[in-house]
């Protein structure tokens, strides 16, 4: 996706050869527009796909998530970070490494949001070592639910998240590829 | 908004008196198209205002404060619970109290995103006592910007925060306000 491959190149940062700062359009200021323009690219590249529910993980994965729910008039369930005190019920769990952060934590989604035959789309703002993605497709397989389609805004093609799951016979869409970064240049996937 | 107020009766559920659980349309799971309205009556509400910035806190914040920036052409900056590692430059922060999970916490911005003179529209799920909007208030006042209206989907009417933030001058606009609530029973204020 051109457009957002002109804006990681203006606005993105590499801090290093395995951080990419984009916090000032994607994850922690937003630009609206150019998630909608998100949206509509996710749901061309699988507009031969039928989902019925979208999932995500808090937080930067919501605003692409949500505005893709819109064009497909599908709901979003976002897994959160912690259990809240609010979810007194059953509920599914999966273990996330954050290879940034250097830890590990749960992300949990009520049961009662997975339904047995869901046709899931995930949608995230990151795709690196993969971890946050199959904590979402073993959270969707524990509800007997089925993912369909993997959409990332940016991912990291020098890790290996995408290569793992593209073997295992996951359907990716990555919107940008970044092959190699340096503190001086980002080299996208052609 | 008679659509929410319908929707929190018909979805929603009343915890205990205090706690209101609307996590299959807001903040766990999302309807989309619903807060699609929801921004699209934020757009309403404020018409006689001009803003430049939307504010708002993650997680559950994001979705309606993305769709309402996209209504209004601005950009969403959400606060973080936490202090990103890759979060490297100035910010401010500010405490939030949860009276939920009984803790404190502190909210955080990159100082970069708020400019001297930005007039900020706040978004936010829910107003309780208004610790999260207090928050957000106090960072953008340490960023020399101005907030000049706050936009919550529910507020709980029968807590201080909206007539706290209401008395030092803030105009609040809430598409539902909830009087009194019980395991049998959600009241709306007229």
């Known amino acids: ?3 957002l491959k002109k804006r990681i190149t203006e606005n993105g940062r590499a801090l290093s050869e395995s951080v990419l700062k984009v916090d000032s359009f994607l994850n922690h200021q937003i630009d609206p527009a150019l998630i909608n323009e998100i949206s509509s690219e996710f749901c061309e590249r699988f507009s031969d796909c039928s989902f019925n529910k979208i999932l995500t993980i808090e937080s930067s994965g919501i605003a692409p998530a949500v505005m893709t729910g819109l064009r497909m008039g599908i709901p979003v369930v976002f897994a959160k970070k912690a259990k809240p005190s609010t979810m007194t019920e059953e509920f599914f769990t999966a273990p996330v490494h954050s290879f940034t952060k250097q830890k590990d934590y749960d992300v949990a989604i009520a049961a009662k949001f997975i339904t047995k035959g869901d046709r899931i789309l995930i949608i995230d703002d990151f795709l690196a070592h993969g971890s946050a993605s199959r904590a979402l497709i073993a959270i969707a397989e524990q509800g007997g639910a089925k993912v369909g389609g993997i959409g990332i ?25 970044i092959d190699e970064m340096s503190r001086d240049s980002i080299v996208f996937r052609d």
Chains 1, 2 share one sequence.
């Open 1 to 3: 996706m051109e457009l």
């Open 153 to 177: 805004v940016i991912e990291k093609g020098f890790q290996n998240g995408g290569k793992l799951l593209r073997e295992l016979g996951y359907r990716i869409e990555s919107l940008a590829i």
